[in-house]
């Protein structure tokens, strides 16, 4: 039983059995099955037996819970050590200690080994088996006699003192504690042998049972031999083991380059079949093909062919685009691009420096037709796309399309067309160009309300597009000098501020 300061708490006492309040209430505690009247004394024993101030009776640990204390307790009670008497644990641990012989030799002695004082034993008197302790071993006169014992029998009556003299021949031992295999688990549990070196008992019970653990001078040789051959087969055994680790680390390291360079291998291929620029339509579509076993594939129509079946996941597992539940102006076919523009836009304001509107703002600013007021939503996001363009250049981008060179490369294809087409074209002509003179110095400033930012957009449209990015480009360029002509006019008329 648990400990609290050295001393056993009984438990509360049972409440009696009350006929005429049956339903009276009553609070458990489970961990001791205690019941208490009221619920000041269940709260107060509760806290007492969950505070780490309980000992455990048969180890002596200290500063543990009841629960922790009783575990414990269950635990060691298991062990072969309290299978016996306190003066036979004793007796045992001197026969086991410093002896250099084999385990079942060990256990062959000490299994004959004789009685000794303050030892339980048993013994039949009028045909009952009782249990008495040996209180002194009478010496014989002669060694041919057995020895006698004087013995005190545990249970016995008032009127009798229990002492009893009786010879070797009529005690014995309990054979179901005292066997073969309960001593080699006393063994083993309580003491320690390397090859060639004693038996030695651990040190925390040679200082319990007051057993003197130095090793004898004719035996540190021994010890000193083994301990040094111990700890040169330990290094060798890490040495190994260490080796291993590290010749298992590098095939590891081995094979995952080797699949590195497989994949980047199959990248190199898969790039090399791709050539750019192409139509949208033909870049691949990779999806994960149920029907080979969820591998990546291309599954482009012109690429995944396959008479069977039909090409799993068209849309990339997602599912149909929803109907709408009214009419919308923007075309059925520029629905997708009106909805990604419009989330690329929203989830990147941040860093575009851009002020967020909502879906419908965007629909009405796209079919804005009047001059006053003016179309706030386009003007902030064209002004704000072009002001990426112009730090892009500043920094001298290494995108050949922001830096210009492939408007440069398509320049210097068209060398080839005739006069006749150069001249009827309106991209990048003198008008244009005057227009749009370092247009990509400075950043559109939003306090200006991004005033300019017409010529800006004329200046990149020359000198970053082509007319095979955007096949409408001169209409473009038509609609915006509309625009700027018609700003001018406005300006001359006074019909507008000047900031404008």
Same mark, same amino acid.
């Given at each position: ?110 299994? &004959?080994?004789?009685?000794?004082? =303050?030892? /339980?034993?048993?013994? @039949?008197?009028?045909?009952? %088996?009782? +249990?008495?302790? $040996? ?19 545990? &249970?016995?009556?008032?009127?009798? =003192?229990? /002492?009893?003299?009786? @010879?070797?021949?009529?005690? %014995?031992? +309990?054979?179901? $504690? ?323």
């Amino acid at each position: 039983m648990p400990l609290l300061n050295g001393k056993k708490i009984p438990l509360s006492a049972p409440i009696p059995y009350d006929p005429k309040r049956r339903r009276k209430e009553v609070f458990y505690l489970k961990l001791t099955n205690e019941l208490f009247p009221c619920y000041e004394a269940y709260i107060s024993r509760y806290n007492l037996y969950y505070q780490p101030l309980w000992e455990c009776e048969v180890t002596g640990k200290k500063k543990l819970t009841y629960a922790q204390a009783l575990e414990s307790e269950k635990v060691e009670k298991d062990r072969a050590e309290y299978l016996f008497c306190k003066a036979l644990r004793k007796h045992i641990l001197l026969k086991i200690q410093f002896k250099t012989i084999r385990l079942d030799e060990l256990v062959r002695e000490i299994y &004959h080994c004789d009685y000794i004082p =303050d030892e /339980i034993i048993q013994l @039949t008197i009028n045909g009952f %088996r009782q +249990n008495a302790r $040996i209180l002194e071993i009478i010496p014989s006169p002669e060694s041919t006699e057995s020895k006698q014992y004087k013995i005190k029998l545990l &249970h016995h009556l008032e009127n009798d =003192d229990g /002492i009893r003299k009786i @010879t070797e021949g009529q005690i %014995r031992r +309990n054979k179901k $504690i005292f066997n073969r295999n309960n001593i080699q688990r006393f063994i083993t549990e309580c003491a320690r042998k390397e090859k060639d070196t004693p038996w030695i008992i651990h040190d925390a019970l040679a200082i319990k049972y007051g057993i003197e653990n130095n090793v004898p001078h004719d035996l540190q040789d021994d010890v000193f031999l083994s301990l040094k051959a111990r700890k040169r087969k330990l290094k060798a055994a890490e040495k190994d083991a260490e080796k291993r680790i590290k010749r298992e680390h590098n095939q590891i390291q081995k094979q995952q380059l080797k699949l590195e360079k497989e994949r980047l291998r199959e990248e190199r291929k898969r790039q090399a079949g791709i050539k750019y620029p192409m139509e949208d339509l033909d870049l691949p579509i990779y999806r994960k093909d149920p029907n080979q076993n969820w591998s990546l594939i291309d599954m482009c129509p012109k690429t995944y062919v396959n008479d069977n079946i039909t090409i799993p996941y068209p849309n990339g597992g997602r599912s149909a685009r929803p109907t709408a539940h009214q009419d919308s102006p923007i075309p059925p076919e520029l629905y997708d691009l009106f909805l990604s523009t419009w989330s690329f836009l929203t989830i990147f304001s941040e860093p575009l420096k851009l002020a967020t509107y909502s879906l419908d703002d965007f629909e009405r600013a796209l079919f804005h037709n009047a001059q006053q007021p003016k179309a706030t939503v386009l003007v902030e996001y064209n002004a704000s796309l072009l002001n990426v363009i112009i730090n892009e250049r500043k920094v001298d981008t290494a995108s050949e399309l922001a830096n210009g060179d492939v408007m440069e490369d398509y320049l210097e294809e068209e060398m080839k067309l005739d006069e006749e087409k150069k001249h009827h074209r309106v991209w990048r002509d003198k008008e244009q160009l005057k227009i749009s003179q370092k247009w990509d110095t400075k950043e559109l400033k939003a306090n200006y309300d991004r005033r300019g930012w017409e010529n800006t957009l004329i200046g990149c449209l020359n000198d970053v597009a082509t007319p095979d990015l955007i096949p409408d480009l001169d209409q473009s360029f038509n609609q915006i000098e509309t625009v700027d002509k018609r700003i001018t006019r406005a300006k001359a008329a006074k019909n507008i501020p000047d900031y404008w």
